[in-house]
């Protein structure tokens, strides 16, 4: 099978909720990514054969195949067409195997995979509330499915029902999970002042540094939170922060590589996904981690990093728990719960975070999960080179 190379990585600052880049038209957000992905890259943007890009709740100005409105926004050829990609929260994640497969396949040699969201704009389950609404609907996903309802149930199901759940099931406290929290804004903070962002990232509209690590936030202040449940453990401070942002990296085949003089950063060694129980939805890392393991040989000991995406303090806990991975290798510059969750682009926006801490640090191996509506999970593992 031909080898697919990350070639090129880049992304917006992740904006906080009504934050310096709420105003910004989603199609904007990705075509500030795209041009800075091919100006990076110095490749003649007509010799991309496709645009995938991850989103969700693609309504509004979101709808419209975002993909491709965002290549077009940019200024970028006509003819270079474009793919928007749901798979929940890991949509980029998503989009990057899709074009990693295309390349690895030789039906492609250059494709942009990346992702947007502007949450500030169209908030979370919009598609499944309000445009409901609109519609004169009142049911949500799942309800009304006589298929689903044989199998699961009439019961709720809900990301914060499902971190709860896991939460209990791992005997994870609130506060273990609120010092998780607090770790993360302190390695997010740390890698700001460091300056270890500031290679992946291009600012926009005068926003240069992600926006929602709290410097001022403490353990004293998470514990005088109101629980997400009565009687739950979950706060909103163990949760990752609703925001705003693009991100887009391109891959490249051998004879990409060799025609437009790149410089391959790393090469996709695993791609997979797989599915869980769906009400508690969130734990799918966990088997999508052993699964990835397994199918390659490998130990999580070889990973020298991991970025495994922050949605709740309890997702990563639990991870932590079965996986045996050493604390320290994963997110050390912190995670959604500070950095924010900008739902389209946080795949990718993992994915080059991951690729410039394995240079920065010289590591080799680097893995990214994350957890996804529907009780899923894709699995990343690149290698630096």
Same mark, same amino acid.
């Given at each position: 099978?031909? $080898?697919?190379?990350?070639? &090129?990585?880049?992304? +917006?600052? *992740?904006?906080?909720?009504?934050?310096?880049?709420?105003?910004?038209?989603?199609? =904007?957000?990705?075509?500030?990514?795209?041009?800075?992905?091919?100006?990076?890259?110095? *490749?003649?943007?007509?010799?991309?054969?496709?645009?995938?890009?991850?989103? %969700? =709740?693609?309504?509004?100005?979101?709808?419209?195949?975002?993909?491709? +409105?965002?290549?077009?926004?940019?200024?970028?050829?006509?003819?270079?067409?474009?793919?928007? *990609?749901?798979?929940?929260?890991?949509?980029?994640?998503?989009? %990057?195997?899709?074009?990693?497969?295309?390349?690895?396949?030789?039906?492609?040699?250059?494709?942009?995979?990346?992702?947007?969201?502007?949450?500030?704009?169209?908030?979370?389950?919009?598609?499944? /509330?309000?445009?409901?609404?609109?519609?004169?609907?009142? $049911?949500? !996903?799942?309800?009304?499915?006589?298929?689903?309802?044989?199998?699961?149930?009439?019961? =709720?199901?809900?990301?914060?029902?499902?971190?709860?759940?896991?939460?209990?099931?791992?005997?994870?406290?609130?506060?273990?999970?609120?010092?998780?929290?607090?770790?993360?804004?302190?390695?997010?903070?740390?890698?700001? #002042?460091?300056?270890?962002?500031?290679?992946?990232?291009?600012?926009? $509209?005068?926003?240069?540094?992600? &926006?929602? !690590?709290?410097? #001022? +936030?403490?353990?004293?202040?998470?514990?005088?939170?109101? +629980?997400?449940? =009565?009687?739950?453990?979950?706060?909103?401070?163990?949760?990752?922060?609703?925001?705003?942002?693009?991100?887009?990296?391109?891959?490249?085949? &051998?004879?990409?590589?060799?025609?437009?003089?790149?410089?391959?950063?790393?090469?996709?060694?695993?791609?997979?996904? /797989?599915?869980? #129980?769906?009400?508690?939805?969130?734990?799918?890392?966990?088997?999508?981690?052993?699964?990835?393991?397994?199918?390659?040989?490998?130990?999580?000991?070889?990973?020298?990093?991991?970025?495994?995406? &922050?949605?709740?303090?309890?997702?990563?806990?639990?991870? %932590?728990?079965?996986?045996?991975?050493?604390?320290?290798?994963?997110? !050390?510059?912190?995670?959604?719960?500070?950095?924010?969750? !900008?739902?389209?682009?946080?795949?990718?926006? %993992?994915?080059?975070?991951?690729?410039?801490?394995?240079?920065?640090?010289?590591?080799?191996?680097?893995?990214?999960?994350?957890? $996804?509506?529907?009780?899923?999970?894709?699995?990343?593992?690149?290698?630096?080179?």
């Amino acid at each position: 099978m031909a $080898e697919a190379y990350i070639v &090129e990585a880049v992304r +917006t600052p *992740v904006g906080k909720r009504n934050g310096g880049l709420s105003g910004v038209h989603p199609a =904007d957000l990705g075509a500030h990514a795209l041009n800075a992905l091919m100006a990076r890259s110095g *490749v003649d943007p007509s010799a991309v054969e496709d645009v995938v890009f991850g989103c %969700l =709740d693609t309504v509004g100005p979101q709808a419209g195949d975002i993909a491709r +409105t965002c290549w077009l926004a940019a200024g970028l050829p006509e003819e270079v067409p474009g793919v928007t *990609v749901d798979r929940q929260c890991g949509s980029s994640q998503q989009a %990057l195997h899709f074009a990693a497969q295309a390349v690895m396949s030789g039906t492609s040699d250059l494709v942009v995979a990346g992702g947007v969201q502007n949450m500030s704009q169209i908030p979370i389950a919009f598609a499944s /509330r309000g445009a409901a609404d609109s519609l004169g609907l009142t $049911e949500g !996903p799942y309800v009304g499915s006589r298929g689903w309802q044989a199998r699961y149930g009439k019961q =709720d199901v809900s990301q914060f029902r499902g971190a709860e759940m896991i939460a209990r099931d791992w005997d994870i406290s609130r506060e273990d999970m609120e010092a998780f929290a607090f770790q993360s804004h302190q390695r997010a903070i740390r890698a700001i #002042d460091e300056g270890r962002f500031a290679r992946e990232i291009e600012p926009i $509209e005068g926003v240069e540094h992600d &926006e929602g !690590p709290r410097r #001022d +936030t403490t353990l004293e202040k998470m514990a005088g939170l109101k +629980t997400l449940e =009565d009687g739950g453990r979950l706060t909103a401070a163990v949760a990752s922060q609703i925001s705003d942002g693009a991100a887009a990296l391109l891959i490249a085949s &051998e004879e990409a590589v060799r025609t437009h003089g790149l410089r391959p950063r790393a090469r996709i060694h695993h791609l997979s996904a /797989r599915g869980e #129980d769906p009400i508690r939805m969130l734990s799918a890392p966990i088997p999508a981690t052993a699964y990835a393991l397994k199918k390659t040989g490998m130990q999580i000991g070889d990973m020298d990093l991991v970025e495994i995406n &922050e949605a709740f303090a309890s997702v990563v806990l639990a991870w %932590l728990k079965e996986t045996g991975a050493d604390p320290e290798r994963v997110n !050390p510059n912190g995670g959604a719960i500070a950095l924010g969750h !900008p739902l389209g682009a946080t795949g990718a926006r %993992l994915m080059i975070t991951l690729l410039h801490e394995l240079e920065r640090t010289g590591g080799r191996y680097g893995m990214q999960t994350m957890c $996804e509506g529907g009780g899923q999970a894709n699995v990343t593992i690149i290698e630096r080179l």
